[in-house]
Every structure is written in structure tokens, then in C-alpha cells.
């Protein structure tokens, strides 16, 4: 056997994983289905959660905002249709603010897969110590946090929450973006 027919096999795995996996075709248990369809996100608990978590770090509450919702929904759609988690599938974030009208001085966002409540996608990102640094931003002041959810896709149960801080200034001076595995960067 030639070393070339022995490592076929293997690249053929190694190119697999280079791209999204291909949704789910086929039959889907029932019990799935149920599980998945039965995932919501409740902002106001949401909010709660976030503001006594924020709060017992000595920092100030966020409120809940439209504009950062609906971002948020936009990001989670577009993890699920592309199925990946990632926080470039629905355009780089910064594009994406602007394109959304929110004029921030800083923000974050947390992107998460596979969390059936929010409680359960709040605390993994409090155990990210990139996602964590959103959640207790010390200048934010808003948020908006959404889920999509599609049984086919690889993590079944995507979630996007933005963060921001009030607009300072004019717009793009001193201000800062961050993605949850990024450092902060300086807004183009």
C-alpha cells in the first residue's frame, strides 16, 4: 500500500470539517422537535438576570433596546439559515451597527449555540471570560438579546446578544467594538 491510498481516507475527514455542516436531512425525532420548539427567550428575565448579575459587580443595570434586539434577532436568523455559529455570517459587527442605526462609544456581542433557555446561555457566556467581559462592559447601558432556533442545523438553538454604551460625541469617535473572541478594536 502506498503512503498516498493510506493518508487519503484521513484528508478526506481533514477536508469535512473545514465548512458548516450541511443541515440535517430526514426525519427528526419527535422529542427534538418539541424540545427546540419550546425555547423562547424572556427579555424582561433576561434584563433581571443580567442587571443582579451586573449589579453584584458593582456595576450599573442595562435596559432593554429595540434597536439591539432586533440586531440581535437579524445575527441569530443568520447563524441558523448559514448554520454556523459566528459573528461575521450576517456582516462584520461594526457594518452591522451601522447599518442598524445604533450609534454606541463602545459594544460587545455574545453569540452562543446549542442553549435550550436563557439562563443556560447567560451562564455560559458568565464562564467565557471573552463573553463575560460583554455582560459586565462597565460603560453599557442597553441590550438586546435573541434566539432562533431550527431542529435541522448543527447546534439546533442559536443565540446573539448585543451590549452597548450611550453615544458620546460624534458618531465613531472613541468608540470601541468587541466580539465576544475578540479584543476590544477601534471602530472603522
Avoid: K
Amino acid at each position: 500500500m502506498q503512503l498516498r491510498d493510506a493518508i487519503a481516507p484521513f484528508a478526506a475527514l481533514i477536508l469535512a470539517g473545514c465548512g458548516a455542516e450541511a443541515p440535517q436531512t430526514g426525519p427528526i425525532d419527535s422529542r427534538v422537535l418539541r424540545s427546540v420548539a419550546s425555547v423562547h427567550v424572556d427579555p424582561a428575565a433576561a434584563a433581571a438576570t443580567l442587571n443582579a448579575y451586573r449589579a453584584s459587580r458593582g456595576l450599573g443595570p442595562v435596559r432593554l433596546d429595540p434597536a439591539l434586539t432586533a440586531l440581535a434577532q437579524r445575527q441569530a436568523d443568520a447563524m441558523v439559515a448559514a448554520n454556523a455559529l459566528s459573528h461575521d455570517v450576517g456582516g462584520n459587527f461594526a457594518s452591522r451597527l451601522a447599518g442598524a442605526g445604533v450609534e454606541a462609544t463602545e459594544a460587545g456581542e455574545n453569540v452562543g449555540g446549542g442553549y435550550y433557555s436563557t439562563d443556560e446561555a447567560l451562564t455560559g457566556w458568565r464562564e467565557s471570560p471573552e463573553h463575560d467581559a460583554n455582560l459586565l462592559m462597565p460603560n453599557a447601558t442597553r441590550f438586546g438579546i435573541a434566539v432562533a432556533r431550527d431542529a435541522r442545523t448543527q447546534y439546533r438553538v442559536y443565540w446573539a446578544m448585543e451590549v452597548a454604551a450611550e453615544p458620546e460625541g460624534p458618531v465613531g469617535e472613541s468608540a470601541f467594538l468587541r466580539t465576544s473572541s475578540d479584543e476590544p478594536a477601534a471602530r472603522p
